[in-house]
């Protein structure tokens, strides 16, 4: 059995988890890198389909036939690099 630690002694988990906490407070708060690359994917994915969709469709479709197929992916991209 270990002997009794003093008060006021730090054993190795709260070590651990002081460190982590101090970690966690001075993570920035601005968006990092690979966030930001995420996003801009994302963004590059909706116009892709509303491209497709929308200005470069298939020879006797009209844009009305596209709603779906091209409104829903491209707010759900949007809505994922927006959130």
């Not at 070590?15 to 996003?39: F, G, K």
């Not at 479709?61 to 491209?74: C, F, N, R, Y």
């Amino acid at each position: 059995m270990a002997p009794p630690r003093a008060l006021g002694t730090v054993g190795p988990v709260t070590a651990v988890l002081e460190s982590s906490a101090l970690e966690a407070a001075a993570a920035p708060v601005a968006p990092r890198r690979e966030d930001a690359l995420a996003r801009t994917a994302l963004v590059v994915v909706a116009l892709g389909v509303a491209d497709d969709a929308f200005v470069h469709r298939e020879p006797g479709t009209a844009i009305g036939d596209h709603l779906a197929s091209g409104l829903v992916p491209a707010a759900v991209a949007v809505a994922l690099a927006v959130g």
